[in-house]
């Protein structure tokens, strides 16, 4: 046995798949593919299969990752890439296939791309909008949490978590970049950051776009 680390991106339609759906995607594709994957051991054996922390819906990413551990040695990383990238679905492409490098529970950000293109036709308005929301000392939001067992509310200051942001411009739109936590035990949904910086500007765009570029692991060593 051997495990494989399955880079994809997830993009167009294909952002309105959900973690679940997305899981069932694979898992078809595997067995149309054939591929020799292992399956766990016990009353109910289950294919392994181990993703990246879920994408918000609507989110799109060039940087998603699956591991999945073959029963089979013998076949090359590039014959799992070729054959599972012949059955998968338009807009999920698979981009590389190799022996993982860190572990998945290491991953500690994702850096990404938020473009908004205003409903007033100025992007520069906007990007400046976008600027002085984030100088303000405080950016206070409401994020789902739980409480032992129970879901609450919590409130958490966005300021603390918001790394490396740069704002400007592109064509139409006002981009944002941004380095947010993503780890197993704490993370920002970019939706949650994005909705903040609207209702501080009160812009209701035209259009969005949000993408994850990359995932991090400690000291901003890039997810491989």
């Not at 409480?147 to 139409?172: A, N, P």
Request: with cysteine; aromatic share 8%.
């Amino acid at each position: 046995m051997r495990d494989v680390r399955i880079r994809f991106s997830k993009t167009g339609k294909a952002k309105y798949i959900s973690h679940l759906d997305l899981t069932r995607c694979f898992a078809r594709a595997i067995f149309r593919a054939k591929i020799p994957l292992w399956f766990t051991e016990g009353f109910n054996p289950r294919p392994y299969m181990n993703f990246t922390s879920p994408l918000t819906l609507g989110a799109e990413s060039r940087a998603e990752a699956l591991d999945i551990r073959l029963e089979d040695e013998s076949m090359t990383d590039e014959e799992v890439a070729a054959r599972l990238g012949a059955v998968m679905p338009p807009d999920i492409r698979i981009l590389s296939a190799a022996p993982p490098v860190y572990k998945m529970n290491q991953i500690e950000e994702s850096r990404y791309r938020v473009e908004v293109e205003p409903s007033n036709g100025d992007p520069d308005a906007l990007a400046e909008a976008f600027r002085q929301v984030s100088e303000q000392e405080h950016l206070i939001v409401e994020k789902s949490g739980k409480r032992g067992k129970r879901k609450v509310m919590k409130q958490i200051d966005l300021k603390e978590y918001i790394k490396d942001l740069s704002i400007g411009t592109e064509g139409e739109r006002a981009v944002m970049e941004v380095t947010l936590p993503s780890s197993s035990q704490f993370g920002v949904n970019p939706r949650l950051f994005l909705d903040k910086f609207l209702s501080e500007t009160g812009e209701e765009p035209v259009r969005i776009r949000m993408m994850r570029e990359a995932m991090y692991i400690a000291d901003g060593i890039l997810f491989e």
